[in-house]
């Protein structure tokens, strides 16, 4: 186990076994290993990225979500191009350095629109700007990175072919794949990430999705346990495992040690005080909800999703005070993934 350690802390490489063994450990030496590489890679900043949810129309029929097109019993929203700017006009006023677009897959939104939306949020301000609006062409994706976007949030969800394929009616593994591997050689800072907890999911897929992050060189990973929503067919699935999910977030510190990891919403659902565990065992990353109310209750990608913050003067006091209780501080700059020195 202690060897594991090391060789993760010092490598940055484990087989497929090792990380198995990890993730059937109790996690307290893991916990303790992430966090020592998170101070030395990445230091003591938590960088704020302030998302705004600006469609719950989607296209998709994601078996665990909640804002699948199936779903009938959910109030659609499109904020409008206009709506969309003035909210993140109000996130870089109170000192947000990062803003998120995070949208279901909706044609309305399409590649002019988005680099119309994208040129003016930059021109707001010195301000990095991340999408998370699912598969699209390389083309589409070209004209978002001219237009100025800096990063783009796709996970994985699993590497698992014939678990994805059951999870997602119509949609094709290897395009998702694609989609990672054209941001990546188009220069995004590029984010992917899994679910912990599906049904039927293995522990050695889990461990694969590790290897996958390494191998696509991710930029960003985002971990969260599967929360069974119920308007959706896995409504009586079992929650996924909190404990499960801090260990392989942890693993994937020890891998892709300066990367950014996100503390998700996701496990401080399921937790309470699961985003302060989560910086504590290998995230430096935080990522408020500045969506107003009215809107952001109806991402209900997951029932009771924690937090939205909106845009209120003392979000980053509040948020100051939370991270000052761990020996932690908010990031100053945009965030970008740190070199390894
Ligand atoms: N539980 C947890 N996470 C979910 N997501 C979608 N539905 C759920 C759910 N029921 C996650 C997916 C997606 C991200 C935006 O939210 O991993 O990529």
Redesign the pocket.
């Known amino acids: 186990m202690n060897s594991i350690l090391n060789k993760g802390k010092e490598t940055h490489t484990l087989s497929l076994s090792e990380i198995i063994e990890l993730l059937n450990s109790d996690g307290v030496e893991l916990y303790k290993a992430a966090d020592e590489v998170r101070k030395k890679y990445v230091g003591d900043e938590v960088h704020l990225r302030a998302l705004i949810e600006f469609t719950n129309i989607c296209k998709n029929t994601?078996m665990?979500?909640?804002i699948r097109s199936a779903n009938n019993n959910i109030q659609r929203y499109r904020l409008s191009k206009t709506e969309i700017i003035e909210l993140a006009k109000q996130g870089i006023d109170i000192g947000f350095k990062t803003i998120v677009l995070?949208g279901g897959e909706d044609s309305y939104f399409n590649k002019d629109l988005m680099c119309e939306i994208i040129s003016e949020i930059k021109s707001l301000g010195d301000v990095a700007l991340t999408l998370?609006i699912g598969e699209r062409s390389l083309d589409d994706y070209r004209a978002f990175k001219l237009a100025g976007a800096d990063r783009y949030l796709l996970?994985i969800?699993t590497t698992d072919e014939n678990l994805y394929k059951n999870m997602h009616p119509g949609m094709n593994f290897e395009n998702r794949k694609r989609c990672l591997y054209d941001l990546k050689s188009l220069g995004f800072e590029t984010g992917t990430?899994?679910?912990i907890g599906l049904p039927n999911q293995t522990i050695e897929s889990i461990a694969k999705d590790i290897l996958f992050f390494k191998e696509l060189d991710a930029d960003m990973i985002g971990v969260?346990?599967?929360?069974?929503?119920p308007d959706?067919p896995?409504a009586d699935n079992k929650i996924?495992s909190f404990s499960l999910a801090l260990k392989v977030m942890a693993i994937t510190r020890l891998l892709l040690p300066n990367i950014n990891i996100p503390a998700t919403t996701?496990m401080e659902t399921i937790c309470k005080d699961g985003r302060k565990m989560a910086l504590e065992c290998g995230a430096n990353v935080f990522m408020p909800n500045i969506t107003d109310y009215s809107s952001a209750h109806k991402y209900e990608?997951?029932p009771n999703k924690a937090g939205i913050n909106g845009t209120k003067k003392n979000v980053f006091s509040e948020i100051e005070k939370s991270l000052n209780s761990i020996n932690r501080t908010i990031g100053k700059d945009k965030g970008f993934k740190k070199a390894i020195e």
């Open positions: 994601c665990y979500c909640g995070q998370s996970r969800e990430g899994c679910l969260g346990p599967f929360i069974p929503h959706t896995l996924g996701a990608i997951y």
